[in-house]
């Protein structure tokens, strides 16, 4: 199964509140944003770790699930006064960001839309692996209740698809180490170039002991 994302810092949610009832004092339409362009627009959750509802003020989202939020929200809707008769609340992410590094053909952050987001496809979206990156030593910089974690995933592996890292949360940082060989021709490369960089200081130690001695 599938663990419920936690909510974090700048995640965008729509969120959209329900009612049953038929009564005009009691319609849900003030507590839900009209869309724009056909689009829903979405609630940014703040460096607080908020979001600013515009008919219910300031709520604390970081931290909750889609459902905990959701009941919160019904809470205020209900307590202290029933504001709407039998509300639901319906919550979706709007966004979802990753960053990959090392190895990959393109590195950097991904955004995609939605709230779902594998391994596999955030590797596809950066390009895939080179051929000097390490498929089966993935690491997955993860943080969860403000503490990182880092977890190994093979990307060859059969099993693949039953690791706590093949779907992916908000903000992981997705690392893509160099084989042995890449480490070892970087190695290589860097000797060469400072002995490039000896032979040419020795080429100008040279040529300027030529011209003093001539004069």
């Known amino acids: 199964a599938i663990a419920d994302l936690k909510i974090q810092k700048n995640d965008l949610l729509s969120i959209q509140i329900f009612s049953l009832s038929n009564k005009p004092e009691l319609s849900d339409a003030p507590f839900n ?111 969860t209740n403000g503490q990182r974690e880092t977890g190994i995933i093979d990307l060859t592996a059969k099993d693949i698809f039953a690791s706590p890292y093949y779907n992916l949360v908000q903000n992981d940082i997705i690392i893509v180490d160099a084989t042995q060989q890449k480490i070892k021709e970087a190695e290589q490369l860097r000797t060469m170039q400072k002995i490039t960089f000896a032979l040419t200081l020795v080429t100008v130690s040279a040529t300027i002991s030529n011209i003093l001695f001539r004069n």
């Open 33 to 143: 944003q009209p869309s724009i362009g056909g689009a829903l627009p979405g609630y940014l959750v703040d460096n607080h770790g908020d979001i600013e509802h515009h008919r219910l003020g300031t709520i604390h989202a970081e931290g909750l699930t889609k459902t905990e939020l959701a009941q919160v929200i019904k809470k205020k809707l209900m307590e202290p006064v029933e504001v709407l008769a039998n509300p639901s609340v319906v919550i979706r992410f709007m966004n979802l960001k990753v960053t990959l590094l090392g190895q990959v053909g393109r590195e950097g952050v991904i955004t995609v839309p939605g709230e779902r987001l594998n391994i596999l496809e955030a590797v596809g979206l950066a390009g895939g692996v080179t051929d000097y990156g390490k498929k089966n030593t993935v690491r997955i910089i993860r943080e």
